[in-house]
T-cell receptor, first 116, second 114 residues
Framework: AQTVTQSQPEMSVQEAETVTLSCTYD???????LFWYKQPPSRQMILVIRQEAYKQQNATENRFSVNFQKAAKSFSLKISDSQLGDAAMYFC?????????????FGTGTRLKVLA | DTGVSQDPRHKITKRGQNVTFRCDPI?????LYWYRQTLGQGPEFLTY????????KSRLLSDRFSAERPKGSFSTLEIQRTEQGDSAMYLC????????????FGQGTRLTVV
């Protein structure tokens, strides 16, 4: 079974600085999707960024980028120029591409605090 | 596109009572998911539908939990004989089929069992 591990329960970053959130996963599959979701205090989860495992190029979305290391099964999220609105819980998620197994598996999350 | 809608947003119930939650997915999404989230934890998978077919159900889900999606549109999650341990946020998500699809989440239903 696939698992997702986030080893940093909490991180802090100064406004305008850069922070990296870690995520590792375990799978025997070769093709899958990885996601980072943000959950602000209002609790609605929103997608930050996604990565297809077959793509070697790391995904980027404005200030958000990932470092995808397939062999190491590592998928970290880098937030540049941190803003107060980035404060939230961040969840790493895995989704298989195997037919009939489309559930998303989440890590335990990292709480990000942004200091003014 | 009004997003994923869940009702009610909050539910307080006495132990032993039955509760039912509703989820309305984004209209063109044929996959629908239910997750449970306790404080400080990540969402835990409960069950998943593709159209009206329930394709997967967590082994952790007891017989007191049942979900339906009768016409492949909205879904309901029922918990019978609630226990204090059922207190949690229940999240619904939906997605399209196809490869490049992320799940869109609703705001959740917070259940408190007293």
């Amino acid at each position: 079974a696939q698992t997702v591990t986030q080893s940093q329960p909490e991180m802090s970053v100064q406004e305008a600085e850069t922070v990296t959130l870690s995520c590792t996963y375990d799978t025997s599959e070769s093709d899958y999707y990885l996601f980072w979701y943000k959950q602000p205090p209002s609790r609605q989860m929103i997608l930050v960024i996604r990565q297809e495992a077959y793509k070697q190029q790391n995904a980027t979305e404005n200030r958000f980028s990932v470092n995808f290391q397939k062999a190491a099964k590592s998928f970290s999220l880098k937030i540049s120029d941190s803003q107060l609105g980035d404060a939230a819980m961040y969840f790493c998620a895995y989704r298989s591409t195997t037919s009939g197994t489309y559930k998303y598996i989440f890590g335990t999350g990292t709480r990000l605090k942004v200091l003014a | 596109d009004t997003g994923v809608s869940q009702d009610p947003r909050h539910k307080i119930t006495k132990r032993g009572q039955n509760v039912t939650f509703r989820c309305d997915p984004i209209s063109e999404h044929n996959r629908l998911y239910w997750y449970r989230q306790t404080l400080g934890q990540g969402p835990e998978f409960l069950t998943y539908f593709q159209n009206e077919a329930q394709l997967e159900k967590s082994r952790l889900l007891s017989d007191r939990f049942s979900a339906e999606r009768p016409k492949g549109s909205f879904s309901t999650l029922e918990i019978q004989r609630t226990e204090q341990g059922d207190s949690a946020m229940y999240l619904c998500a939906s997605s399209r089929t196809g490869g490049h699809t992320e799940a869109f989440f609703g705001q959740g239903t917070r259940l408190t069992v007293v």
